[in-house]
């Protein structure tokens, strides 16, 4: 309680500014991942399953399931070979993401005899048009599951965008650089290459909340 004497400290504007982005900065930043269940299951060996696909472009579960195996090679993971999995689901009568994705665990392990499977998911792959703007957008869902338990080790996701620098130097400029990058856009497979950033983010080890280094990598088990 106060006495009729005193009187309460004042607040500034730019404090009370300061509190709210202190306080703001700290509800945003990213809790640290359990990896609890992927210690306890140490894969080595991992299955990339044929990425689902919620995007409009046909091309999005090839593109991504090409170059998932690159990040996690160089994480220290042994990867079944994608084309010997492709072939061993068409023989099985499974030609669809859907299909492959609703296979039991335990009998993937059994016909693979991989540690863990990657399950992947395109939520976005292809450009965006506007009248001052243009680019390549892709995101991509991914869960790792252990194929004895069927337990969650890990989840992830990975972005990439064609012009994450942004726009600026006034309106003209980014109607020219809008069009040379539809131009771009036609002319190159502009989704694939970007793809590939969005797949190396998700999948490379060592980044935060990421995946941890396998048994083949020198950096396993680092603390």
């Known amino acids: 309680m106060t006495g009729p004497g005193r009187r309460l400290p004042r607040i500034t504007p730019w404090l009370a500014m300061a509190a709210a982005l202190l306080g703001a900065g700290c509800a945003t930043q990213q809790a640290p991942y359990d990896y609890a269940a992927f210690r306890a299951h140490h894969p080595a060996s991992i299955l990339v399953l044929p990425p689902r696909n919620s995007s409009p472009d046909v091309n999005a579960t090839p593109s991504v399931l090409a170059q998932a195996t690159l990040p996690l090679a160089e994480s220290g993971y042994y990867v079944i070979p994608v084309a010997v999995a ?124 990421g995946l941890l280094f396998g048994p083949r990598s020198p950096r396993y088990q680092a603390p």
Request: aromatic content about 6%; hydrophobic content about 45%; glycine content about 10%.
């Open 86 to 209: 492709f072939e061993t689901f068409k023989a099985n009568g499974l030609t669809t993401p859907d299909d492959i994705h609703a296979v039991a665990p335990a009998k993937l392990r059994e016909i693979f005899g991989a540690d863990a499977a990657l399950y992947l998911e395109v939520k976005r792959y292809g450009t965006i048009y506007a009248i001052v703007t243009s680019q390549t957008i892709v995101e991509v869902d991914g869960r790792l599951v252990d194929l004895q338990s069927g337990a969650e080790l890990w989840s992830g996701k990975g972005v990439a965008a064609s012009d994450e620098g942004g726009n600026s130097g006034g309106l003209a400029a980014m109607l020219v650089k809008a069009a040379l990058n539809q131009i771009l856009a036609n002319l190159t497979d502009q989704s694939h290459r970007v793809a590939g950033i969005a797949v190396h983010r998700q999948l490379t080890a060592g980044r935060p909340n």
